[in-house]
């Protein structure tokens, strides 16, 4: 028929190996304030996008934007792989130019995931980062803490955020 639509494709299955995590799969949307040691305080809105295709990796993307105006402020994107033993390697790429290589854990019973920065690439200032997510009474909330040349591990983000 001319004109008419492709038929949708069907979701594919989940792969055994993100199973535990699948309920991080979806669309959130919520709101964080984040600061530092040297930089002044803010508010944000943020969603945040977990998708799969089949594969034994869990596509993971972010942005953010200002609460007043809606401008944009941030954006990241990467690949969460985890491992049967329950740990988990994760790579994100910022809009900042910024690359991240994590390492950490997760819990499918308490629904968490720690992560620790193994590398922190083209970053001149920042050295450290880690990060940690639950999902609790239908929110996913996160802490995000950062390292830099002139301060140790130190709160940077955190927000809260709603399956959409």
Same mark, same amino acid.
């Given at each position: 028929? $001319? /004109?008419?639509?492709?038929?949708?494709?069907?979701?594919?299955? !989940? +792969?055994?190996? !993100?199973?535990?995590?699948?309920?991080?799969? /979806? *669309?959130?949307?919520?709101?964080? $304030? @984040?600061?530092?040691? #040297? !930089?002044?305080?803010? %508010?944000?809105? $943020?969603?945040?996008?977990?998708? +799969?295709? @089949? *594969?034994?990796? !869990?596509?993971?993307?972010? *942005? #953010?934007? %200002?609460?007043?105006?809606?401008?944009?402020? +941030?954006?990241?994107?990467?690949?969460?792989?985890?491992?049967?033993?329950?740990?988990?390697?994760?790579? =994100?790429?910022?809009? &900042?130019?910024?690359?991240?290589?994590? %390492? /950490?854990?997760?819990?499918?019973?308490?629904? #968490?995931? &720690?992560?620790?920065?193994?590398?922190? @690439?083209?970053?001149?200032?920042?050295?450290? =980062?880690?990060?940690?997510? %639950?999902?609790?009474? /239908? $929110?996913?909330?996160?802490?995000?803490?950062?390292? &830099?040349?002139?301060? #140790?591990?130190?709160? +940077?983000? *955190?927000?809260?955020?709603?399956?959409?």
């Amino acid at each position: 028929m $001319e /004109g008419s639509a492709p038929p949708p494709v069907p979701s594919p299955p !989940i +792969h055994p190996s !993100i199973l535990p995590l699948s309920y991080l799969l /979806g *669309k959130w949307r919520g709101e964080g $304030e @984040g600061g530092y040691p #040297t !930089i002044n305080s803010f %508010k944000y809105g $943020e969603e945040l996008l977990f998708s +799969h295709s @089949g *594969k034994p990796v !869990i596509a993971y993307s972010q *942005k #953010t934007w %200002k609460l007043a105006s809606g401008e944009p402020m +941030h954006a990241e994107s990467g690949y969460w792989r985890p491992k049967p033993d329950g740990s988990i390697e994760v790579v =994100i790429a910022q809009s &900042t130019g910024l690359v991240e290589v994590q %390492k /950490g854990s997760f819990d499918a019973e308490k629904r #968490t995931v &720690t992560l620790q920065s193994e590398l922190v @690439g083209n970053a001149s200032k920042v050295k450290e =980062i880690s990060r940690v997510f %639950k999902v609790a009474d /239908g $929110e996913l909330s996160y802490v995000v803490q950062m390292a &830099t040349q002139l301060n #140790t591990l130190q709160p +940077h983000l *955190k927000a809260v955020l709603r399956k959409l």
